[in-house]
Every structure is written in structure tokens, then in C-alpha cells.
């Protein structure tokens, strides 16, 4: 079945079993039960990957930001690859299993790509013939409705089907816990080596039956339990200030359910036609449409909004039809749980994200992390603070996505947007006059200035790497000069230090400069591109800007872009 994603009604708790009548709840992992075959029941399959196809499958998917992605069909994501992948998950999750001595329960769920369509009824054959018990989710799923699942299920892992913003013809395969975050490297090198193993010995076995149990939902009711429940969103406070939604859901994930949760809650959302785009990113140049729409509207309240393909990220567009850019959405979060809900925590922020959150933090007597870029990183540090009894007020990262307080440890973009219709509700001004005021009371200004360089081959790539790396230790020698800027050293190295101590390698170079801008250059862990983050400081905003320009004048010099 599926369901219409502009009139998205989706009943409570549906749950149906199709290969068992027990009636499984979401708090606790399905019980063990013990099946034995006979030998006509088990066949032995070919692998049909090349060894070193694995290899560099395996290795990306334990060592990207965020799973493994291709182009769909490619000799880096074919059917095949997909079933070697979920075989190395099956593994994974019946190691895990054996430990308690109970059955083994992987979750399974994904965007709406052609990629995804087609990988999972082979995923879910594929598991439930390997005896694994799985959890479908019937439809596509926004990323954060897949991993609240993941939580709420407790199971031994979930499989993500999503290359998230990425043009529309690749395909992604990813992981998430039971704690409702990415897979750190702990885990998803486990799965590498069982991927490895299969293709090196060059054939595996399998039930010629499903002997998993299959159970189907839809998770609707319980995500919006879970945002009631954490209690950071006033819908009726939204509802009443009749602020208007204008909503762009890019053709991805998004468009099952934030429709639905305003309406639900009576809040007025006109859905936008998407523009045409290579790929469901919700970026200031792919939202013209929402723009247009938005001045074209007549309400004194209103707001754009926008989600990528599978919703974690998010894009924001204020009444006069400009976009705001995702440091400035994470800082207006952070402001608004801080002042007008009154809520504590940490501040994380990857290294690519503005230091402006930083700011924020020390106002309100915060403390603040710096992590790697990839929020499986920020995830690891939410989940490590939540074990010490405490909590995140915001965490974000620069590419658009960010968690709360209390919420799941993972890019959430439903409830971003959500956040940020409750603070319009709340001051009753226009978003453009709120992040204006909010910018006057940090009292510096900030100004990013971001771009890429798309390589051609990882040879180029490396060597555009290798002047950066060699930049870095004529630093720590003393030649601290960056053409009228100076680097400061000291703070350099530290930051280094602290990258390595979530990744071994470290995470690109970021140099600080001593009036507190800060440049980085690092690999993209999901295309191949090497990027550049500019964030200057400045007087005021448009001081900042102009040295921003200056800034990316003297890296360009530098490194010959």
C-alpha cells in the first residue's frame, strides 16, 4: 500500500505481523525462539562481488560521514552489493543477539528514490531467510521517524536506505542503533569485516524460506507522541499566532509527514511545487518556488520551509523570500530553547559550523564541543552526555541539520522547522526582524563564506591535500603568516589534537586566526569534492562580509584554486 503523501493519514500504531501473530511491542526487542532445519533447507548462494569491489564497499561504509553511497546501478551500488551489505548486517545482528541469548531484530526503512524502492523488498528477503526477525517500514520514512523506530524498538541495528540530499540517481545504504543515532566506527567496522568475509570465502548460506518474523508499521503516531512528550513545541501557540506555512517537501520523505502534523494541529501549510533540481537538497538555489511564494503571499505571519530527501536537513525562508542559511537556523534554535523555553545543555556544533553558537553558549553560560564534520560524531557526543546524566540544548551542523534537547541523537528537520515556527509564534515577529535582533545581542559579527572544488579523480584530490597538510606544519615551525592574517598556533594544534581524538586521521585542517576567524579545508566524506569554510569576524556585519572576501582571496592564492 501506499500512501498518498500530501494527504498522509496514517492510523495509530499500526502494526501488522505477517510472518508471527504475536503482537510485538515497541519498548522491548523480540524474544528468542530457536529453529532447527533440516539439511535440504539450507542452500549456499555465490557472493558475486569481487573481492576488492568489497573491499571498497565495505571501507566506505565504515569510514564516511554517513554510510555508503554511489550512483544507483553503478559498479559501486548494484543489487548485489546491496544483498552483500545486508548479509554483513545480518551477521552483525546475530552476534549481538547471541550475547543475550535471544533472537536477532533489524529494522528496515528509507527515502523515496528509485534506489530505495527497489533495494528493499531484496533487503528484507534477504534478512528474514538469514533467520533475522525484521521490523518494516512500510513507505518511505523520514530519516528521524526511522531512528526515534530504531529507539523505541530497541533493536540490534537499522538499516537506512537514503543518500539524503545527493542527486536523485544515487543509492544509500546506512546504519543507525538502537540508541537512534548513525553507527559509530565501532559498529559499522564489525559489519565491514563481516562484508569482507563473505565475498573473500565467495559464497554464503541461506534458508530457502523466510524464517524471520515480519512485522510492518508506519511510526506517524508514535513520532508525534514522542515531540508531545518532549514538550518543546506549542502547536496550539502556533495555531493561535496563525502563523502561515508555505512547504516545499522537495519530493522526499517530508511530504508523508510534516503536511500532516500541521494538520493535525490546525496550523495552515500551502505545499509548494518543487522546483526542478539534481537532487532533493533544500539549498538557497533549488527553493525559487518557495520564494515566490512566499511574497506572493498576504499573511503578516509567514514562513518557507523545506526538508531534503529523507528530512533529516532542513532549509528556511523568511517573509521577504530570502533564505536563511543553516548556521543562523541552528543559532535562532538554540536562542529560542535558551530564552523562551528555558532550557539547559551543551551546545555541540561540527567544526565546519559557525562559531557563533559558541557565542550563543557563553551568553547563556553553556558549555560547547567542537566535533568532526558528520553527525554521527555529534551523536556520539549526545549519547556520551546523556550517560552522565546530561543534556544537549542544540547541536548542528552547517550542511542543515541539528537535534534538541531530550530529542533523538540524530539530524532531525521536521523538528527544526517546528522549532522555528514556535519561536515565530512566540516573539510574534517576523523571522527576518527576530534573527536581526538575536544577531545584535551576540555582539560580534559573523560571516561564512563556503565553497567546494569538485575533483576529478582521489590522485587530485590528495595532491590538493598534501599542500593543505604541508600549510599545516609550517604552522606548528613558526611561519604563522596567511597574507595580512596571522594563524594562531597554538589554538591550531589543539583543535588538530581534539579532530584525532574522534577520527583517526583528524578531519581536514582548520586554522584559527588570531582576530578569531578560522578557515578549513577537508575532504567531503560523500562526494567528491574538497570544500573550503571561511568564517570571518568582523565590527559589524558588513566588516565581517568584506573579510570573509579577503579571506577566500588569500586561499585561493595560497592553494592555487
Not at 215 to 232: C, D, V
Not at 270 to 295: C, F, H, M, W, Y
Not at 424 to 444: D, H, Y
Not at 492 to 506: D, F, H, I, V
Request: overall charge neutral.
Amino acid at each position: 500500500m501506499r500512501i498518498n503523501p500530501i494527504n498522509c493519514f496514517i492510523p495509530k500504531a499500526r502494526v501488522k505481523n505477517v510472518h508471527s501473530t504475536v503482537n510485538v511491542g515497541y519498548t522491548t526487542p523480540l524474544k528468542y525462539d530457536s529453529v532447527s532445519f533440516t539439511g535440504s533447507s539450507v542452500i549456499a548462494r555465490s557472493a558475486k562481488v569481487p573481492f576488492e569491489t568489497a573491499k571498497f564497499v565495505a571501507n566506505s561504509l565504515s569510514t564516511s560521514t554517513s554510510g555508503h553511497r554511489a550512483p544507483y546501478l553503478s559498479e559501486k551500488f548494484t543489487k548485489d552489493i546491496v544483498k552483500l551489505i545486508t548479509l554483513g548486517v545480518a551477521g552483525y545482528a546475530t552476534a549481538e543477539a547471541l550475547k543475550e541469548n535471544r533472537r536477532p531484530t533489524v529494522l528496515i526503512g528509507g527515502d523515496t528514490r528509485v534506489a530505495t524502492r527497489e533495494s528493499l523488498p531484496l533487503i528484507k528477503d534477504t534478512l528474514l531467510k538469514q533467520n533475522i526477525d525484521v521490523i518494516n517500514i512500510e513507505d518511505p520514512v523520514p530519516t528521524p521517524l526511522l531512528a526515534m523506530t530504531a529507539q523505541k524498538y530497541n533493536v540490534d541495528l537499522a538499516v537506512l536506505m537514503t543518500a539524503s540530499h545527493n542527486p536523485w540517481n544515487d543509492g544509500g545504504y546506512n546504519l543507525v542503533t538502537k540508541a537512534g543515532a548513525i553507527a559509530p566506527a565501532e559498529v559499522t567496522q564489525e559489519v565491514a569485516k563481516h562484508i569482507e568475509r563473505i565475498a573473500k570465502v565467495g559464497s554464503y548460506s541461506e534458508n530457502r524460506e523466510p524464517q524471520g518474523k515480519l512485522t510492518e508499521i508506519y511510526p506517524y503516531e508514535l513520532y508525534k507522541e514522542q515531540l508531545n512528550s518532549e514538550g518543546l513545541i506549542d502547536w496550539k501557540n502556533i495555531k493561535d499566532a496563525k502563523v502561515k506555512v508555505l512547504y516545499d517537501g522537495l519530493k522526499g520523505t517530508g511530504n508523508y509527514i510534516m503536511p500532516q502534523l500541521m494538520k493535525d494541529y490546525g496550523i495552515k501549510l500551502k505545499q509548494v511545487k518543487s522546483s526542478g533540481q539534481e537532487g532533493p537538497n533544500p539549498i538557497d538555489k533549488n527553493l525559487g518556488r518557495l520564494k515566490d511564494a512566499i511574497l506572493k503571499d498576504k499573511n503578516e505571519l509567514k514562513v518557507g520551509l523545506s526538508n531534503d530527501g529523507d528530512a533529516d536537513r532542513f532549509g528556511v525562508v523568511d517573509e521577504n523570500g530570502n533564505f536563511i542559511n543553516a548556521n543562523d537556523v541552528i543559532l535562532l534554535v538554540g536562542y529560542h530553547l535558551a530564552k523562551n523555553k528555558g532550557r539547559q545543555g551543551a551546545t555541540i556544533r561540527s567544526q565546519a559550523t559557525s562559531m557563533q553558537l559558541d557565542r550563543l553558549a557563553d551568553i547563556y553560560g553553556l558549555d560547547k564541543y567542537e566535533t568532526p564534520v558528520g553527525f554521527k560524531y555529534i551523536g556520539e557526543d549526545i549519547i556520551k552526555l546523556r550517560n552522565e546524566g546530561k543534556d544537549i540544548l542544540v547541536a548542528g551542523e552547517e550542511s542543515g541539520g541539528l537535534t534538541v534537547n531530550g530529542h533523538i541523537p540524530e539530524k532531525d528537520g521536521i523538528v527544526a522547522l517546528s522549532l522555528i515556527l514556535d519561536l515565530v509564534a512566540t516573539e510574534r515577529k517576523p523571522l527576518s526582524q527576530i534573527l536581526k535582533n538575536v544577531k545584535e545581542e551576540l555582539g560580534v559579527s559573523f560571516a561564512i563564506n563556503n565553497y567546494s572544488k569538485r575533483m576529478t579523480d582521489d590522485e587530485s584530490k590528495n595532491a590538493l591535500m598534501a599542500k593543505v597538510e604541508d600549510m599545516y606544519k609550517r604552522v606548528l615551525n613558526g611561519d604563522t603568516a596567511f597574507g595580512e592574517y596571522q594563524i594562531d598556533a597554538e589554538k591550531t594544534a589543539q583543535l588538530r589534537k581534539n579532530m584525532e581524538q574522534y577520527r583517526k586521521g583528524g578531519d581536514g585542517y582548520k586554522f584559527i586566526l588570531t582576530d578569531g576567524s578560522s578557515v578549513l579545508v577537508r575532504k567531503s566524506g560523500t562526494e567528491p569534492l574538497v570544500k573550503f569554510y571561511i568564517e570571518a569576524t568582523g565590527k559589524n556585519t558588513e566588516d565581517a562580509k568584506n573579510n570573509s572576501e579577503e579571506l577566500k582571496v588569500q586561499l585561493n592564492k595560497t592553494f592555487n584554486i
